[in-house]
């Protein structure tokens, strides 16, 4: 999608945007959800906002309304203001100008972001602290039942029972330990501390203690981060069908948005335009809106033409002159509508990626024989086997930390021509054979952008980084790549180490494109990516006429993409055998689940 305008379309209709200013089983998300009725009154209003990061203004004057019971995806580019929406309404941050009014009474539930604060707790615990009276009374409790129990304690003790009944305190370790299994915790792990945990699993941890909390209002900042397919896929079915209060969710997962969301709020345009429907008649409205707007603004210019040309023609006339004032107001409101309908420039643009190569592999592209990997005493990987064609796209998919990105890292590391910022990411097998075939080039994208970039790239610029793997190449053709990868101006003159998230993979995509490989290892490549960018990405995938083998956790990607799953999973109960066991399938991800 391109650049769309905000103006206000018909409220109420679906699809249309207003402008207003427990189990521990996993399930499939519907495809479409549940309808919520529309309540009244609004929990959150915002009135006449503005919000600024020094001379970038990411809100101004807005006005919007947050109801009841509805679940709204929040939407927009990289750096729109997302995340601040979040956290103005959750008060952790201000705004500048104008009000934000929220319920008194509204318990309000965030994400938390700091993934080391309950580092000292046991995970179960961390997940119980969701409900704050409830863990407070249950602390208090065990802290006194440790001591000398005297009449006074036993008072105590009493309105602490009754504390911990009203919040169905004794049915609370079992509703913690289900929402962690459905996260992707297992059982036996639940009594062991967070500091045990990787970043990826402790944000499970912060998820659960969230959903735990039942708020009235939830705000849930890139949920679906380090998520496998299966976890996204539970918190799915769970906030449709276990939350009954308002949702706010920043997402870049296109099929969580459609899954979850009664409602789109668009942040762009400086705005916040609500959609009524999931993300996909969010897109064709957005478009529809745009195309409607264009129109009117193109039919003012028309008319204010036509005004003008009166006016010239009979303002000095006195007989003409009331007239030619009448029509130079009428002039003043057209400019109005087309300043307010006409196209205005969206911070939601999509890179223009093409993987192009110069020669061809052969057509064995990747032969794998027993290969085992084990890190000390824990064997990831063992006897795999499998062989790559040319033109395959191979997704593989799996829980996370069985072994993925170990498989990813040792077929990279197999290949004899690595640059020195991709080497230190590879791993070689304990046993086994890795062989790519006749004239495979091989491009890598690693999963930590900022690390992939290397020692070297610290106190350079993404041109000057770029720039050092083909030197042959002319500056016009660094900054094009550069420019189509949405590097244009100061951007591709800033440093490496100050680039988001977002940033450092579309410049490690650049790196890839500037290679010309004919094979790609991707290892979540749309981490960080807002969806036009994500978009980008897949169209230049799904174009490219050679092989590539990766790791997604993003539903839409995997299914739009890969002709060949290949599933690592954990062995059936009774098989003693070491690492997982890899199924492959030849077929799509939609052929693969209806199997």
């Given at each position: ?253 296109r099929h969580f948005l459609n899954s979850v969301a009664t409602h789109v709020a668009d942040v762009d345009f400086r705005t916040i335009t609500i959609y009524t429907g999931n993300y996909a008649e969010f897109v064709g409205a957005k478009y529809e809106n745009q195309q409607r707007?264009?129109?009117?603004a193109q039919s003012a210019k028309k008319k204010i033409g036509e005004l003008e040309d009166f006016v010239r023609r009979f303002g000095s006339h006195a007989s003409k002159s009331k007239q030619a004032q009448s029509r130079l107001k009428q002039i003043e409101k057209l400019e ?233 999973r954990d062995r059936p109960a009774g098989d003693a055998r070491p690492g997982c066991e890899m199924v492959d399938f030849g077929g799509t991800y939609d052929e693969y689940l209806n199997r």
């Open positions: 999608m391109g650049n769309y305008p905000g103006a206000a379309f018909e409220p109420g209709k679906r699809g249309s945007p207003v402008l207003i200013g427990r189990t521990g089983r996993r399930h499939d998300p519907p495809d479409v959800p549940a309808e919520v009725p529309p309540h009244d009154p609004p929990m959150i209003v915002l009135s006449n906002v503005t919000k600024r990061y020094g001379a970038k203004i990411l809100f101004e004057n807005v006005s919007v309304q947050l109801d009841p019971g509805k679940r709204y995806g929040v939407t927009g580019a990289n750096g729109a203001g997302k995340s601040t929406l979040l956290e103005m309404l959750a008060r952790q941050e201000d705004w500048d100008a104008g009000a934000i009014d929220i319920q008194a009474s509204l318990k309000i539930g965030v994400l938390e972001q700091n993934h080391f604060a309950y580092d000292e707790q046991r995970i179960l615990d961390a997940v119980m602290a969701g409900k704050a009276d409830l863990w407070a009374a249950m602390v208090e409790k065990e802290k006194l039942l440790a001591g000398e129990v005297d009449d006074e304690i036993g008072v105590r003790l009493g309105e602490l029972e009754g504390v911990i009944a009203e919040h169905d305190g004794y049915m609370a370790e079992g509703e913690a330990a289900e929402l962690l299994v459905g996260l992707g915790i297992p059982v036996e792990r639940h009594g062991d501390s967070m500091r045990s945990l990787s970043a990826g699993y402790k944000l499970r941890v912060l998820i659960a203690k969230v959903l735990f909390g039942r708020p009235d209002v939830m705000l849930l900042d890139e949920p679906t981060n380090h998520l496998d397919l299966e976890s996204i896929q539970w918190l799915s079915r769970f906030l449709v069908e276990q939350h009954k209060g308002t949702l706010l969710v920043v997402s870049h997962d707007g264009e129109a009117t109005e509508v087309v300043e307010t309908k006409g196209a205005k420039r969206s911070s939601l643009v999509r890179p223009f990626v093409r993987f192009e190569f110069d020669k061809p592999s052969g057509r064995d592209v990747l032969r794998i024989a027993g290969v085992r990997k084990a890190f000390a005493e824990k064997v990831v990987l063992d006897g795999v086997t499998m062989n790559l064609n040319r033109g395959d796209r191979v997704a593989v998919i799996g829980r996370s930390g069985i072994g993925k990105s170990t498989l990813l890292k040792l077929l990279v590391g197999a290949y004899s021509q690595l640059d020195s910022e991709t080497k230190p990411f590879t791993l070689s097998p304990d046993a086994g054979e890795i062989r790519w075939g006749h004239d495979a080039s091989v491009g890598y994208f690693a999963q930590d952008h900022h690390e992939s970039l290397g020692e070297t790239g610290k106190g350079t610029t993404p041109y000057d980084w770029l720039y050092r793997f083909d030197t042959r190449r002319t500056k016009e053709e660094i900054r094009g790549i550069l420019g189509r990868l949405l590097f244009s101006g100061d951007s591709a003159l800033k440093p490496t180490e100050a680039l988001s998230g977002g940033e450092a993979a579309r410049l490690l995509l650049a790196k890839i494109v500037l290679g010309r490989h004919n094979a790609l290892v991707l290892d979540e490549p749309t981490n960080h990516l807002d969806i036009e960018s994500i978009e980008g990405v897949l169209e230049g995938l799904i174009k490219f006429e050679g092989t590539v083998i990766f790791v997604s956790h993003d539903h839409h990607f995997v299914s739009r993409l890969a002709t060949r799953i290949i599933e690592l």
